[in-house]
């Protein structure tokens, strides 16, 4: 995948804050409102026919992102930039013309297919929506879609509960190239599948954007399978991207000390070799009193007082290799060594 100059979509300081409701005493008493951070300036660019893969641990933020950017949730404030055009400034007509060429294939089939409806009128629903008229057109890009997940003519008249899982994310899939979309959003879309039938999605996933030149948003918490699907790799924490390169650089050199800590986690292949486990002390901090400067501070083993009171920019480091660490310069090259001035300190939250 090369890079072009001008990227399909850019994602511009996107910001979504949920306000969180009180009741009517507190409302008399002029309480101040808090918000959930879930997303809290996030800035990247995705290019055609790429993958980038979007990593983090639970709650980091990765499904809202993904969500706002196809304008499911709205964004508190940012723009969303698709094929040139602020999808976030666009209303009525417009933005039912731009959600055609953009899609989302969520986590679990289960809860994402209407166990009422039959597989033909879940694949016509897109069609329905978007007034795509004349039975054979139809008949056509029904029979296209299936055929292009592995799914025979025959499922078109049966529920999704006569389906396994992996099958009813095929239909998921299918239900999502339906309108011949540019871009999709795929939201852990084999975390609820037995490994083996995962194993066969993403290799499904794989043949379809060759196929179709599509580009994925592909969101996990899954390391190596973002490493085996994604050309670049952005890595989120408390609403931040801290990282974004390269997927081998990012897996192989981490910039930022939260990147290190998740790769570490990941269990070796083979149980005779024994990973190094980076161990970090403290929970993730909660979206609504997030700490000051770097979110990762209070957990990190380098920390020191400038990254409790100065919140790192993301910066390019090296060959489109970014971290948002004050001191990733010297972390790449060895020279950063441990410090428990702020370990020790407590939290300072705003």
Sequence with gaps: MSQQSSPLLEVKHLVKHFPISYGSLDAFLKKQRKWVKAVDDVSFELYSQETLGLVGESGSGKTTLGRAILMLDPPTSGNVIF????????????????????????????????????????????????????????????????????????????????????QRQRIAIARALILNPNFIVLDEPTSALDSSVQAQILNLLRKIQEEFGLSYLFISHNINVVRYMADRVAVMYAGKIVEIGNVRDVLESPLHPYTSVLISSVPAPDASQKAE??????????????????RFHPRCKYAETVCGTSSPELREIGNGHWAACHFAEDISLGKKSISRELIEAPVQLQ
Excluded at 128 to 139: E, L, P, W
Excluded at 278 to 292: A, C, K, L, R
């Design 83 to 166: 094929k040139g055009k602020n999808v976030s400034s666009l209303k009525g007509e417009e933005l039912r013309r731009i959600r055609r060429e953009v899609q989302i294939v969520f986590q679990n089939p289960d809860s994402s297919l209407n166990p009422r409806h039959k597989v033909k009128e879940i694949l016509e629903e897109p069609l329905n929506a978007f007034g795509v008229s004349g039975s054979k057109d139809r008949q056509a890009l029904l029979e296209n879609s299936l055929n292009t997940v592995g799914l025979s003519l025959e499922s078109l008249e049966r529920f999704p509960h006569q389906f396994s899982g992996g």
């Design 277 to 294: 486990k980076i161990e970090v002390i403290g929970e993730t901090p909660s979206p609504v009193n997030v700490p000051t400067g770097c």
